[in-house]
């Protein structure tokens, strides 16, 4: 399959994966959920956000292309906020924890979810030479395509049940249009390795095993949510 074909089955599969379909997403935009429940699932997406940008430095460490390497350093160089300490990913993610009330503290100390710990097994454990262009599918596609879809959803439960403001909301805001251009930068690096047909069996695999853990955190959190506080009728 050449690479165009192959493209277009790949986003299909990503972005045709349950997990986009996932109850939680319309339940926040549509504001089913009370406040108490979008702070539990602030808090547990927070341990997520502190996660992502260590998956990237993780492929960075054992990629073998310089395109690549420098596709992945912009990634990275974006995440932490691009020299600034105020406006890094977990930073900006604060301003919503706070926006909430939400002690940074408290939030920092809790524990994580199984789940989580399993997404992040299953990415570092993707991280290894023998498994590199599998760690591509995960943190170039997996990780990329998606946001756009489920972060302008969040922004309007956010707005819908607790006010938030646009400058609370920065982080997914500015996430929408960002992980656009993030997810071009790897397409053209990765561009003359996208014929091989070891390397897109090995793409589809690790976004894929990506997009499967992510379902399972998010039914996670959404039990979390659900466990604290009845949907309102």
Do not use: N
């Amino acid at each position: 399959m050449t690479h165009s074909p192959f493209l277009a089955r790949l986003k299909h599969l990503v972005l045709g994966h349950p997990v986009l379909r996932h109850p939680l997403w319309t339940d926040l935009e549509l504001g089913y959920f009370s406040r108490a429940a979008l702070e539990t699932f602030s808090m547990y997406y927070y341990h997520h956000v502190l996660r992502t940008r260590l998956y990237d430095a993780a492929a960075l460490a054992l990629c073998p292309d310089e395109k690549i390497q420098a596709a992945l350093a912009s990634i990275l160089w974006d995440e932490y906020g691009c020299g600034d300490s105020t406006r890094t990913h977990p930073e900006q993610f604060r301003k919503v924890l706070r926006a909430l009330e939400i002690d940074v503290a408290d939030a920092d100390q809790a524990v994580r979810l199984p789940e989580l710990e399993e997404y992040s097994r299953i990415h570092f454990r993707l991280c290894r030479p023998k498994t590199f262009w599998k760690a591509m599918g995960a943190v170039g596609f997996a990780m990329e395509w998606p946001i756009p879809y489920l972060y302008g959803p969040l922004v309007r439960g956010y707005r819908r049940i607790a006010g938030l403001s646009d400058e609370d909301l920065e982080f997914f805001i500015e996430h929408i249009p960002t992980d656009e251009a993030h997810s071009s930068l790897v397409l053209i690096a990765l561009g003359p390795y996208l014929d091989r047909r070891d390397i897109q069996e090995d793409l589809t695999t690790g976004a894929l095993d990506s997009m499967d853990a992510r379902e399972r955190l998010v039914e996670a959190i959404y039990r979390k949510m659900k466990a604290r506080v009845e949907v309102p009728s």
